[in-house]
């Protein structure tokens, strides 16, 4: 496989668009439900909902996300079959457990005010937003895994087209159906959620055709694999694997979920913040995440044909693409960083955005670079590995940095900045410690052809 930095950037790129488009669409909503409602309970609503959705998909994109590097370890090696096999038990349980899911959260949507410490109103909004999304939750999770399965075969074409049909449609119907809603006398944030919802059935039924009517991804695959059909046998064989990844991602969600939470009992001022202040750097580092999960293929892909030594050179000069991208972005943010806090916060916080920036701008760069070990023990198949390095960084640095060090600071919201800063820097010692180990090169859990 060419591993010049015109083919890595090339095969990380469909993953950026996808990141960018989800971030699109969260935006696209908040720009209609200001502009209909003007209640800044609705926006803070639909923040509150995702947080939501990722805790109760986060099995399922666990299983999804296995199931992935088993397909493309295994279509690599020559087990073609095996890897079929494996597409076909994945759709089965991302249609089966996608209904399940949905209506567990529906079920699940009164606790919403229990766990947040958000006002009533939000907590209303929040609910009706999340109704149609829950209702067509399959669809949604369905539409996720059908973008990224192409990019394990390097047919990327069709990832752009869906996107497009994905953004376009959301631009499209939601103030269509905010206007209908309106004059209805429905919920206006409900209608929101709707248009959520109907863009990605729109995609996904581009996908689907493509995919599975056309064989777009010439993997011998046809619309029978969309009838629901799991191989026990397969996933038996694969449990401690599929069954870590399942955890990993749960455990994940579950930390990120509690990582929002606790800093909502934080002082007003260091949530509020965060809350704008890790938007803008998630907008800012859209290509840096997107740009270091690409290694989820490429590395299942090259582990399946034996190219170990391919691997660490394409670590490497990952590497040295985020150092630079990130330091280009953390020049730009620090330059401007009093203009842009008077611009996206209130007067009464300025200061403390500014200083924000001043204290988590480095250590931010040293978590993108992180973020390369740990897409690569995942690509990788290492189980264990896998598994302790979302254990030792979402729970054990995450959880006691920020339980403990704020309140070693005179100021509360200060030490609350120290304490994301602090994150990153122990995340990238322990990720990278864990790499120098060596434990990526083995393999885990390629299978023979005869095996199925």
């Given at each position: 496989?060419?591993t010049?930095?015109k083919?890595?950037l090339?095969?990380?790129l469909?993953?950026t668009?996808?990141?960018i488009?989800?971030?699109l669409?969260t935006?696209?909503?908040?720009?209609?439900?200001?502009?209909?409602?003007?209640?800044?309970?609705?926006?803070?609503?639909?923040?509150?909902?995702?947080?939501?959705?990722m805790?109760?998909?986060?099995?399922?994109?666990g299983f999804?996300?296995?199931?992935?590097i088993?397909?493309?370890?295994?279509?690599?090696?020559?087990?073609?079959?095996?890897?079929n096999?494996?597409?076909?038990?994945?759709?089965?349980?991302i249609?089966?457990?996608?209904?399940?899911?949905?209506?567990?959260?529906?079920?699940?949507?009164?606790?919403?005010?229990?766990?947040?410490?958000?006002?009533?109103?939000?907590?209303?909004?929040?609910?009706?937003?999340l109704?149609?999304l829950l209702l067509?939750?399959?669809f949604i999770?369905?539409n996720?895994?059908?973008?990224?399965?192409?990019?394990?075969?390097?047919?990327?074409k069709?990832v752009?087209y869906?996107?497009?049909?994905?953004?376009?449609?959301?631009?499209?119907?939601?103030?269509?159906?905010m206007?209908?809603?309106?004059?209805?006398d429905?919920s206006?944030?409900?209608?929101?959620?709707?248009?959520?919802?109907?863009?990605?059935?729109?995609?996904?039924?581009?996908?689907?055709?493509l995919?599975?009517?056309?064989?777009?991804?010439?993997?011998?695959?046809?619309?029978?694999?969309?009838?629901?059909?799991?191989?026990f046998?397969?996933?038996?064989?694969?449990?401690?694997f599929?069954?870590?990844?399942?955890?990993?991602n749960?455990?994940?969600?579950t930390?990120t979920?509690?990582?929002?939470?606790?800093?909502?009992?934080?002082?007003?001022?260091?949530?509020?913040?965060?809350a704008?202040?890790?938007?803008?750097?998630?907008?800012?580092?859209?290509?840096?995440?997107?740009?270091?999960?690409?290694?989820?293929?490429?590395?299942s892909?090259?582990?399946?044909?034996?190219?170990?030594?391919?691997?660490?050179?394409?670590v490497?000069?990952?590497?040295?693409?985020?150092?630079?991208y990130s330091?280009?972005?953390v020049?730009?943010?620090?330059?401007?960083?009093?203009?842009?806090?008077?611009?996206?916060?209130?007067s009464?916080?300025?200061?403390y955005?500014?200083?924000?920036?001043?204290?988590?701008s480095?250590?931010?760069?040293?978590?993108?670079?992180?973020?390369?070990?740990?897409?690569?023990?995942?690509?990788?198949g290492?189980?264990?590995?896998?598994?302790?390095?979302?254990?030792?960084?979402?729970?054990?640095?995450v959880l006691?940095?920020?339980?403990?060090?704020?309140?070693?600071?005179?100021?509360?919201?200060?030490?609350?900045?120290?304490a994301?800063?602090?994150?990153?820097?122990?995340?990238?010692?322990?990720?990278?410690?864990?790499?120098?180990t060596?434990r990526?090169?083995?393999?885990?859990?390629?299978?023979?052809?005869?095996?199925?």
């Amino acid at each position: 496989m060419d591993t010049s930095w015109k083919k890595i950037l090339r095969f990380s790129l469909p993953m950026t668009f996808i990141g960018i488009a989800e971030m699109l669409t969260t935006l696209i909503d908040m720009l209609w439900v200001n502009y209909f409602i003007k209640d800044p309970n609705a926006l803070a609503a639909i923040r509150v909902s995702f947080s939501y959705t990722m805790l109760i998909e986060a099995i399922l994109v666990g299983f999804a996300a296995a199931m992935l590097i088993y397909i493309s370890q295994n279509f690599s090696s020559g087990n073609k079959k095996g890897a079929n096999d494996a597409l076909r038990t994945t759709v089965g349980a991302i249609m089966t457990f996608g209904i399940i899911s949905g209506a567990v959260g529906l079920l699940l949507l009164g606790l919403l005010g229990n766990l947040f410490g958000a006002n009533e109103a939000t907590i209303n909004y929040s609910q009706q937003y999340l109704r149609p999304l829950l209702l067509g939750f399959v669809f949604i999770i369905m539409n996720n895994f059908l973008l990224i399965l192409p990019r394990y075969f390097e047919k990327l074409k069709v990832v752009y087209y869906a996107l497009v049909i994905l953004i376009v449609t959301n631009i499209i119907i939601t103030p269509i159906l905010m206007l209908y809603f309106e004059r209805n006398d429905y919920s206006l944030i409900a209608a929101a959620g709707l248009g959520t919802l109907i863009s990605n059935v729109f995609s996904l039924a581009y996908l689907v055709w493509l995919i599975f009517y056309k064989d777009y991804l010439e993997i011998n695959i046809n619309k029978k694999y969309l009838i629901p059909k799991m191989s026990f046998s397969l996933i038996r064989r694969n449990f401690s694997f599929i069954s870590s990844q399942i955890f990993n991602n749960l455990t994940l969600s579950t930390s990120t979920f509690l990582y929002i939470l606790i800093l909502s009992y934080y002082p007003e001022q260091a949530f509020n913040v965060f809350a704008i202040g890790s938007y803008i750097f998630m907008l800012a580092g859209v290509f840096a995440q997107n740009f270091s999960f690409s290694l989820l293929p490429l590395v299942s892909r090259l582990k399946g044909e034996g190219k170990i030594a391919e691997i660490n050179q394409i670590v490497k000069k990952m590497v040295s693409v985020l150092a630079v991208y990130s330091v280009v972005i953390v020049g730009f943010l620090y330059l401007f960083r009093v203009s842009i806090a008077e611009i996206v916060v209130s007067s009464e916080i300025v200061l403390y955005f500014v200083q924000f920036i001043e204290i988590y701008s480095m250590p931010w760069i040293l978590g993108n670079i992180s973020m390369i070990f740990i897409f690569l023990y995942s690509g990788s198949g290492d189980a264990k590995a896998s598994m302790y390095l979302i254990i030792s960084n979402m729970y054990i640095i995450v959880l006691t940095s920020i339980l403990i060090i704020p309140h070693m600071y005179e100021d509360l919201v200060i030490g609350v900045f120290f304490a994301l800063a602090i994150i990153q820097v122990l995340t990238l010692i322990n990720s990278y410690a864990l790499y120098l180990t060596g434990r990526w090169k083995k393999n885990y859990i390629i299978e023979s052809e005869g095996v199925s």
